[in-house]
């Protein structure tokens, strides 16, 4: 069973468009991330979520919004997408971090975007 | 800031050829450092959690050291198997209750048959 999911796996798209991408993680985990991993490999914390709040936003223009519809889905969606957009995506999720705890995260395959 | 520095940012190896990859970092209140590794085209793949410093863990030909500035991955005789990139991460927490993580770069390693 795949733990962490995202749909699509490609999504080839015009600039100015508006694009979803989907998250669900059966791993009944508390926090789900959103990361952004640029040509050169750099994979950076885009967002957060736990318990369906938003607790990191680390300076990503605000044409990224996530969706959280329950504790297992985390959406990202992307208004009027720029060339700069074109990256991996990747979704992620762990249990809630705790003080004195760290837990490792779970990623999923991946989502390619490329903005044209 | 928190940062993580990977060296080398590649490296060749003969299948057998033991070598050893680092991650230097600096953080405030480490609660972790982990390693993941990375297929081309996958996502990465949870490999190990270290703590404290003169903690260490083990996996197959996999060993992971931690020291008060930086971790090494101890690569024990590997195969074409192993080949991949190999990222290190940090934790540490960033306020308002969350806990972000911090990746370093990568090291891509290949291992020659």
């Known amino acids: 069973d795949t733990a962490v999911s995202q749909t699509p796996k490609y999504l080839v798209t015009q600039m100015g468009n508006d694009k979803s991408i989907k998250c669900e993680q059966n791993l009944g985990h508390d926090t789900m991330y959103w990361y952004k991993q640029d040509s050169k490999k750099f994979l950076k914390i885009m967002f957060s979520y736990n318990n369906k709040e938003l607790i990191i936003n680390e300076t990503v223009p605000n044409r990224f919004s996530p969706k959280s519809p329950d504790k297992a889905h985390l959406n990202l969606h992307i208004n009027s997408l720029e060339l700069g957009d074109s990256a991996v995506y990747f979704c992620?999720?762990?249990?809630?971090?705790?003080?004195?705890?760290?837990?490792?995260?779970?990623f999923g395959p991946g989502t390619r975007l490329t903005v044209t | 800031e928190d940062q993580v520095t990977q060296s080398p940012e590649a490296l060749r190896l003969q299948e057998g050829e033991s070598s050893s990859l680092n991650c230097s970092y600096t953080?405030?209140?480490?609660?972790?450092l982990f390693w993941y590794r990375q297929d081309p085209g996958k996502g990465p793949e949870f490999l190990f959690t270290?703590?404290?410093a003169g903690e260490e863990k083990e996996k197959e030909r996999l060993k992971a050291t931690l020291t008060k500035k930086e971790s090494f991955l101890h690569i024990t005789a590997p195969k074409p198997e192993d080949s991949a990139t190999y990222l290190c991460?940090?934790?540490?927490?960033?306020?308002?209750?969350?806990?972000?993580?911090?990746f370093g770069k990568g090291t891509k390693l290949s291992v020659i048959p």
């Open positions: 270290l703590y404290s």
């Open positions: 991460a940090v934790q540490a927490y960033s306020g308002a209750g969350s806990y972000q993580l911090t």
């Open positions: 953080v405030s209140g480490l609660r972790g």
């Open positions: 992620a999720s762990s249990q809630a971090p705790r003080e004195g705890l760290s837990y490792e995260q779970y």
